[in-house]
């Protein structure tokens, strides 16, 4: 069936018109194709419109109404995120004419550029900025992204390490330039910073998690990051006060930041925590040493090799001693006994084992033996008044008054300051019914008692 004559004139009269237009280059232009796209939007032929638009970006990328166009399809469509993009896009390319120095909008457009593959008109844009800005962020995190994506390692390199000296805790950071570095090949490198990107994003979803943000105290450390090595020590410990680890590293951390009283404090609630454990002891010896509080420090040092002497094994009969009475006070009367019977054995002469072993008997009960031990230990060591005071307990239980009365007052003689001394004689005293002398024996413990937990 033939055509109408006005229809085939029509038809003749637009293929000439398309053919012009191909001639002269507008047939595949971006105006012409947003037109098309316009018009097959308006015809809800959704998908051929989403089509046009996108070939109306390829053939102009800036060409401002296609992706203002294809915004608008896709927000009616319900894609959010591919709209805000594409309207990221014209924003940012007509915000850019009015104020080439618009940051914020360069930022935001060349995010989207860099999503939607156009790294290269991403950095075109951005590049140029980095003078005026060159402490913002979030440009040095895309512009950095944008190199990393074009095999500009360096430049990529540069600009996210600049960004993460700026947000030392964003874990962006720390998971692009691991990425960086699995493509540069630095293998170790990639691991430490991607962890560390792990640990940051697990911190930031979980505020309970203690062990994260002790591990990051640890790698922020080791990176010479100390303000942040104490935070996150710090946020651990708030949620894990019993750590000692935590507390031992945080002291550290203070000392290196020159905070000499909070690394004191840590130190104590570390010493707290692990009493059987020499380290806080040895460093709260060097760190009161420095801050002049050298007879505490004295006393921490003289701790430390102590529990030293009883972790790895004392070096000499008078460390082994030590540690027994450190086990005595503590309450620990089985381990002591033990212990004792060990280093005995070890160091048969020693005076300070014999002398424990002596007070051991005599806290059994066996007074004999415990008096034999005890009068060579006095013969040995002459000077000692101790030896003399159990020795006067000794014979005083086995009614052997008259020795204990003179065991009593030989320790008076030798330690004239000894409030235990003086007490015992008054017991002994008291014993004999010399009451006066048991008073004014007892008086006189008491107020070299009080004398010395004044001093």
Known sequence: MALPLTKLAWLVKMNLFTWLLTVLG?????????????????????????????????????????????????????FR?????????????????NDPNNVEA???????????????LSIRYLEPLLANHPHNADLLKVLGLNYRNTDELKKGRECLRAGLDLRPCDPDFYMYLGQLEIK???????????????????????????????????????RGLHNEAAEYGRQALQIAPENAEAWLY?????????????????????????????????ALGALLHKMGRFADARSAKELAQVLEGGQDGPMDAQQAARYVKLLLGRGKQQEA????????????????????Q????????????AAIILSQVAQEKEGWAEPHIWLAMCYQQMGD??????????AIRLAPKSHVAHKVLGDIYREQKKFSMAENAYEMAENLKASQKKK
């Open 184 to 222: 540069a090949g630095n293998k170790a490198e990639a691991e430490n910073l991607l962890n560390i990107s792990r640990l940051l994003s697990k911190a930031l979803a979980d505020p309970l998690d203690a062990q994260s943000r002790h591990e990051l105290m640890r790698y922020f450390a080791a």
């Open 337 to 356: 006994e033990k212990r004792l019977e060990d280093y005995v054995r070890r160091w048969p002469e020693s005076q300070d084992l014999l002398l424990l």
């Open 81 to 97: 995120d591919e709209a805000d993009r594409e309207f990221a896009i014209a924003d940012g390319l007509e915000a850019l004419v």
């Open 106 to 120: 360069a930022v935001k457009m060349g995010r989207a550029f860099m999503d939607k593959g156009l790294n290269s």
């Open 401 to 410: 008054k008259m020795s204990a009365l003179a065991e009593g007052q030989l």
């Open 26 to 78: 507008l047939g595949k232009s971006a105006a012409v194709l947003v037109k098309k796209a316009d018009g097959m939007a308006a015809k809800e032929d959704v998908m051929a419109a989403v089509e046009a638009y996108k070939e109306a970006q390829g053939s102009d990328p800036e060409f401002v109404a296609a992706y203002d166009g294809l915004g608008k399809l896709f927000f009616r469509m319900g």
């Open 358 to 369: 002596g007070r051991a008997l005599f806290k059994k009960k066996h007074f004999k033996e």
């Open 250 to 282: 945080l002291a550290e951390v203070y000392q290196t930041q020159g905070l000499d009283p909070a690394a004191l404090d840590a130190l104590n609630q570390a010493a707290r925590l692990l009493p059987e454990d020499p380290r806080p002891h040895k």
